[in-house]
């Protein structure tokens, strides 16, 4: 059977027929990757009895799905954001979604948070959004108007999910099976930005769910803050369809073509600020005390990935990245850490879930409480119905450890540790593992690392397209179309 997907040129509506391999398609100033043309390129056009009239003389194919396509072809999309959190990332990649928001079904915006990230600060783009919608309608009918947006934006898990990797439903997670299980054939794609708890949550509490939903998952120090739910999705859920990219993403703002106007800080200078109220909240962002006028957009890879010509296959090109079958990662337990507490020469892979395991004497009051202390951040411990204390942990980078048990109980408060972490060799992704049908990660072929990042390079290399079409968007928030 034909797939058809529609694309968009100037506002004109195209559709076309995705080929098995690549046909070259001509492109006026086409900048192109190392692997050769861009992934959102590759359409054989056909004529469409209704749009048969625009095919004439148009020689640009664009890079993206329709903003002009019936809601049942665009992707059906919930992001789960910890915007307001511990970085200001979320807030740029939800000017993104905004204004590309044409081009998909956008059915949930949940705040997902690690740290002081809530409901409010998604509600607060959306404010900017409707300041701009007057001019962001102009160019397509399918933009969402404010009010629906305001409507689909849920508070999330503000807790750690406990020791189980699960707790109690949250209007986030509630809201996720709701839209789960809708009658639409099309996935429900869940694009975690933050924490994963409250996929964690929907998926215990339904698994139902599971056949209806795509995951991409933005990892790396997400994973880390949330490491319980994720344990408790790759050991309850291993059939999950998931994307788990925790350092591809790196991509969009690390290598690639930075000269003149596509570095990172003349790129919003240029194209951002001055751009309607969502170009200058951008544009005037700040995050510790520093502005942040600059590109990062971390989680913005996962929306773009959605537009390209197969996001059913993520071992094939696209601006959000280049995936492999994700191997049997080991999951490391330190036990009776109290006697024998790992230590520098002991190996866990990065990105790893490893766990430490403490039995003291005696049992804790019930007001204890303890944290693991990593790199001056903390994470929670959890004493389980025996009295024995366990702490969960992802290491993120490929370097030697160090932690402190930090404790309003001294039979635990200072105790030390420590462990190596270590990037797996390139021949991983040749072991796909049999226990995840579904899952994918990062390619750890060095080949395609950035900056010592795996698989960064399959999405900087598609830096200057990837920007270049997110300048005009921008330029739809400061002016109308023309008529």
Not at 75 to 98: A, E, K, N, Y
Not at 130 to 151: C, G, H, I, W
Request: proline share 7%; charged share 25%; with cysteine.
């Amino acid at each position: 059977m034909k797939r058809l997907r529609s694309i968009l040129d100037g506002g004109s509506v195209w559709w076309g027929e995705v080929p098995d391999e690549p046909v070259a398609v001509a492109r006026p100033q086409d900048v192109r990757g190392s692997r050769g043309r861009s992934p959102h390129q590759n359409f054989k056009l056909h004529r469409h009895p209704i749009l048969a009239c625009v095919l004439a003389g148009i020689m640009h194919l664009p890079a993206f799905a329709s903003t002009n396509a019936p809601a049942d072809l665009r992707p059906r999309v919930i992001v789960c954001s910890d915007i307001g959190g511990t970085d200001f990332d979320d807030f740029q990649s939800m000017i993104h979604l905004f204004v590309y928001a044409d081009a998909f079904d956008i059915e949930g915006l949940i705040s997902s948070p690690y740290g002081p990230g809530r409901k409010e600060h998604i509600l607060k783009v959306i404010d900017d959004y409707a300041r701009d919608y007057p001019n962001l309608k102009t160019y397509s009918t399918n933009y969402p108007t404010p009010e629906v947006l305001r409507a689909i934006t849920k508070q999330g898990a503000i807790d750690s999910a406990g020791l189980r990797g699960f707790g109690k439903p949250t209007e986030g997670s509630e809201w996720i099976i709701r839209c789960a299980k809708r009658a639409d054939p099309r996935p429900l794609w869940i694009l975690v930005w933050g924490g994963i708890d409250d996929l964690a949550q929907a998926l215990h509490d339904d698994p139902t769910i599971k056949s209806k939903i795509h995951v991409y998952f933005i990892g790396g120090p997400n994973k880390k803050w949330s490491a319980p739910a994720y344990d408790y999705i790759a050991r309850e859920q291993p059939d999950l369809w998931i994307i788990e990219a925790n350092e591809t993403y790196r991509g969009w703002f690390t290598g690639g073509d930075q000269s003149g106007e596509w570095g990172n800080d003349d790129f919003v200078a240029r194209h951002v600020a001055g751009h309607g109220v969502l170009g200058d909240f951008f544009a005037g962002l700040s995050f510790g005390g520093k502005a942040r006028a600059t590109i990062k957009m971390g989680d913005t890879p996962s929306l773009v990935y959605l537009l390209g010509k197969t996001p059913e296959d993520p071992s094939r090109d696209s601006w959000g990245g280049r995936f492999v079958r994700a191997w049997d990662r080991r999951r490391y337990v330190f036990d009776h850490a109290e006697t024998n507490a790992p230590t520098a020469a002991d190996k866990v892979e990065t990105f790893s879930i490893m766990e430490l395991i403490y039995h003291p004497a005696i049992n804790a009051p019930a007001d204890a409480a303890a944290t693991l202390v990593v790199d001056k951040q903390n994470f929670p411990g959890f004493a389980d119905e025996a009295g024995v204390w366990h702490f969960i942990f992802s290491p993120k980078d490929t370097k030697t450890w160090s932690y402190t048990i930090k404790s309003t109980w001294p039979a635990l408060a200072g105790k030390t540790g420590g462990f190596t972490s270590y990037w797996p060799p390139s021949k991983q992704a040749a072991r796909p593992s049999s226990c995840y049908p579904n899952w994918w990660t990062d390619d750890p072929d060095p080949a395609v690392a950035e900056g010592g990042f795996a698989g960064a390079k399959t999405v900087s290399q598609w830096r200057v397209d990837f920007l270049r079409d997110f300048a005009a968007r921008m330029e739809r928030c400061q002016a109308p179309a023309a008529k």
